[in-house]
């Protein structure tokens, strides 16, 4: 029977009416499920590098450490008790021996200068505490109260030092006499930051399974920030990657969403959402990529339905000063860090239904 052409009422005809319903019902909950979406998409903000980056640190000179191929790498940048700004930087592939890693800082009295002074190396693993030799990865500091506490790797583990003044940190030594709060549940526990949400801490950070080749990203909770909860894996897999450098560099914000307009009513999203920026390559090619939800345990595991878009930085940590937002990174060439100015700007301002970034 040759094939011939079949108009709409003459399949429904034929149709059996449960699945003609069955059609109904799932085109009903496509559009359901596409309105939920687009109400996120909307209620996003686009991060956006604003003007031009300036350079605040370099390659330092580490004395009889110095190496020709190491690299400023993770690091951390706040403001101290007497206004200056401190950069500390984790320096990898030095002479320091072990894992050829130590912390170096520089100082700035303000956050918008360029070529900050070189102030020397600023701390050295220390292997009568456990810490593992030339280990220390990543630090990151907050302040609560009148006290700076800075959160660090040691290659296995996350420790934890103070300082009353934002430039001297001492370790604080739990019931075991060491400085470390928690590691795993994967390996190389490394790259906390941590971000007060209701009263609670939220420390972010990463490992990787070395037998696997996977990597994920991880959060616990505390309430005094040496008691930490269980770890919660918040992001891995995805189109950013599976493998053991794929979810590097956690870094979350709280975001509030753009003022609803009167009359209309407001949506779980609208109070605000949680953005993570996820490192996946570092150098020339430099890439994160950027999630936002309302959930702060849950930026997708290989799940892209928070995902919004890249940026060209690695390592990246905003700031807020004075009303203005900044974003700090590593230069493309591993040779020091950088600083932009940062804003965020709606979604819907752009005339597109699009959420990627890049």
């Known amino acids: 029977m040759p094939f011939k052409n079949i108009n709409e009422s003459t399949i429904l005809q034929f149709l059996p009416k449960t699945l003609f319903l069955l059609l109904i019902i799932n085109s009903v909950l496509s559009g359901i499920q596409a309105l939920g979406s687009d109400s996120l998409a909307k209620s996003a903000l686009k991060p956006e590098i604003e003007g031009h980056w300036w350079q605040v640190a370099g390659n330092p000179d580490l004395g009889e450490f110095t190496s020709p191929g190491q690299q400023p790498v993770d690091f951390a940048v706040w403001q101290a008790k007497d206004g200056t700004w401190q950069l500390w930087s984790c320096i990898r592939k030095t002479r320091c021996g072990g894992n050829t890693r130590l912390f170096y800082r520089w100082e700035a009295k303000n956050l918008t200068d360029k070529n900050w002074k070189p102030m020397g190396i600023a701390m050295q693993a220390d292997i009568k505490l456990g810490e593992q030799k030339g280990g220390l990865q990543a630090p990151h500091v907050i302040k609560v109260g009148n006290v700076y506490y800075m959160f660090y790797g040691d290659w296995i583990r996350i420790c934890l030092a103070k300082s009353d003044d934002g430039k001297t940190f001492t370790r604080l030594l739990n019931k075991n006499k060491k400085p470390d709060l928690f590691s795993g549940p994967y390996n190389n526990t490394r790259d906390a930051m941590v971000l007060p949400i209701d009263g609670k801490y939220y420390c972010y950070y990463t490992g990787h399974l070395v037998d696997k080749n996977v990597g994920a990203d991880f959060c616990r ?25 794929s979810a590097e560099c956690p870094h979350v914000v709280y975001i509030s969403c753009p003022k609803q307009k009167e009359g209309r009513s407001e949506s779980p999203q609208s109070k605000g959402l949680f953005y993570l920026f996820r490192t996946q390559r570092y150098s020339k090619n430099n890439v994160s990529s950027v999630y936002a939800s309302p959930d702060p345990l849950n930026f997708g595991i290989n799940d892209d339905r928070f995902f919004i878009g890249t940026l060209d930085v690695a390592a990246p940590e905003i700031l807020m000063h004075k009303g203005q937002y900044y974003i700090a990174a590593l230069l493309p060439n591993l040779k020091g860090i950088r600083i932009a100015r940062f804003k965020w700007m709606p979604v819907e301002t752009e005339g597109k239904t699009s959420r990627i970034l890049k």
Request: hydrophobic share 30%; charged share 20%; aromatic share 8%.
């Open 221 to 245: 909770i505390s309430q005094d920030l040496r008691n930490w909860s269980k770890p919660i894996m918040v992001a891995s897999g995805g189109r950013a990657g599976g493998t053991k450098y």
